[in-house]
């Protein structure tokens, strides 16, 4: 089994009420329009949104890759998507928790988790396998890392303006 993993988490103060950062953060539309890389999300009529996302990785070149996922979690404290029920090879997991620090000052714990599975590596890309597991894993961390930091900034000037 050829196996990617990714992930990232970091946290941040906005200053704004926990309604409007909340409000921003269950809102898929913001993730398409201030997330690079995002190129798409629709979700269809059973709930189940579905993620279209491009990276550029280093000696593999463009991969674009589809995530279905749905809300498992939605409450003033947290919002988290994980992957439909079934799904094996393409595992997208995205949490947001929220704690209000004053009135105009709100807290966000926020992570994000990719995993590609195949039974081969050349099922992921043809230069998969001569990159290998670790080399794609680790260029695939700094490159959600940038996505989220940028996400996290433009989010942050949109709720504070």
Known sequence: MFIIRADYSDQVEVKTSLEKVREFFGDIKNFVELMPSVESI?????????????????????????????????????IEWLPVAGETKNLLRYAAEFIEKGKNLTFVQFSQAVELRRNSARELHLLAGLAGESIISSEMSKKIAEMLTLFIQRARERLES
Do not use: C, L, Y
């Open 42 to 78: 629709h979700t269809d009529a059973k709930g189940i949104s579905h993620w279209t996302i491009r990276a550029d990785i280093p000696f593999v070149g463009s991969m674009m890759q589809k995530f279905a996922v749905e809300m498992a979690e939605n409450n003033e404290e947290r």
